[in-house]
């Protein structure tokens, strides 16, 4: 075996390489196998737990950086969304307020809809939506503080015409 002749036959520069679709592989195999070994609600616990770690992270730095300890609902989506412009886009369609409760319907493309969107277990609504679940409800929910009960964020929709997740982002008083 002649190793020139073998790296010419197996051609693998790394310009050819597609981090991506490597990436949307192995997280469909992650999922599909935590799912089969651990069930269905191990997995979702897992996913939201994934993303609720770096919420907190983010939600520490940001009171940091900003010299408090509580924000306005406003305030906080604002400084939260600013802050990650780079892996979240946000458009607030409607606003509801109830009796005990903030509803925003929203617009939300993430970092995790392209390279998911043409994988079957992962689409958006499906179990990865978890890690966002986790990362917003955990980051306003430290940002917001005692102001209120609860945030839940909960999949409402796939808008694929505007190519988004429509949502309801809920914050309970």
Excluded: W
């Amino acid at each position: 075996m002649n190793i020139d002749d073998l790296n010419r036959k197996i051609e693998n520069s790394d310009a050819k390489i597609n981090s991506m679709k490597g990436f949307e592989i192995i997280a469909e195999a992650m999922v599909e196998k935590i799912y089969s070994i651990f069930g269905r609600n191990m997995l979702l616990t897992m996913l939201y737990e994934v993303g609720a770690g770096p919420g907190e992270k983010i939600a520490a730095r940001l009171k940091q950086k900003h010299g408090k300890e509580q924000f306005e609902i406003d305030e906080a989506l604002s400084i939260i969304l600013n802050e990650l412009k780079e892996f979240y886009s946000v458009k607030v369609r409607e606003i509801i307020q109830e009796e005990n409760k903030i509803r925003l319907i929203i617009e939300n493309r993430c970092f995790l809809r392209k390279p998911f969107k043409n994988r079957e277990k992962l689409k958006p609504g499906k179990a990865f939506c978890r890690i966002n679940k986790g990362y917003f409800e955990k980051a306003l929910s430290s940002l917001i503080g005692n102001k209120i009960k609860k945030v839940d964020i909960s999949f409402i929709e796939d808008d694929s015409e505007k190519d988004v997740c429509v949502e309801e982002l809920a914050f309970f008083y």
